[in-house]
């Protein structure tokens, strides 16, 4: 999800090839799937003749790669550090914790609880974050890696019952950034693989 969305703001053409998490066993453990990520997760980019695997990476790497079209990083080295601050508690201080490999380990009637507690702990200090440097979006008036990181991160925190009125910075800058087009087309339920009773209902 992420990867899509900063694709679609760098204006990369791709092919996507969905790879099912729990279909016979789940999809990324397969001989195949393995000889392009050895770590057996989603996702994958091949392009401009290399295979990269870890979604903030692959940020990292387009951003250098084609820093001219729609940057997604600031120049000033400050306000830089903010963005990868903010991306990193979602990356490594929330998401992990709550990914399908791990929450599978989780006695069931404790997954919600484990997802929820986790995703509160690290909206608080993202609110809190948000609050010295948020404009538009979360670092200033132009999109970048935090925001990217963000949609995806409020997504998963509906899943798991987290009051988004508990986060009201939180909230604003993921509506605001749902009307984004380039969030729009990257939105899980707009992807081939989406289950139907994911899919936007028709009016």
């Given amino acids: 999800w992420r990867v899509r969305i900063a694709l679609a703001m760098k204006k990369i053409k791709y092919k996507q090839v969905p790879v099912h998490l729990l279909n016979n066993g789940g999809e990324q453990h397969s001989d195949q799937y393995k000889s392009m990520n050895l770590m057996e ?3 994958t980019l091949l392009i401009d003749d290399i295979t990269l695997t870890q979604s903030l990476a692959i940020l990292e790497y387009l ?3 084609r820093p001219d079209v729609r940057p997604l990083l600031p120049g000033d080295p400050k306000l830089r550090f903010k963005v990868k601050q903010l991306s990193e508690i979602i990356n ?3 998401q992990p914790l709550q990914n399908l490999s791990f929450i599978l380990d989780i006695e069931p009637e404790m997954k919600l609880k484990w997802g929820h507690d986790h995703i509160y702990k ?3 200090a993202i609110e809190n974050l948000l609050r010295d440097v948020a404009g538009k979006y979360c670092v200033g008036d132009e999109i970048t890696f935090a925001d990217i990181l963000l949609v995806p991160q409020v997504y998963n925190a509906t899943r798991f019952k987290v009051n988004m009125d508990d986060f009201p910075m939180i909230k604003r800058i993921n509506e605001v950034l749902s009307e984004v087009e380039e969030f729009k087309e990257a939105h899980y339920s707009c992807q081939p693989d989406t289950p139907e009773e994911l899919r936007p209902k028709s009016e």
């Fill in 92 to 94: 490594a201080g929330i």
């Fill in 63 to 65: 951003e250098e790669s």
């Fill in 122 to 124: 690290g909206f608080i």
């Fill in 41 to 43: 997760q989603v996702p």
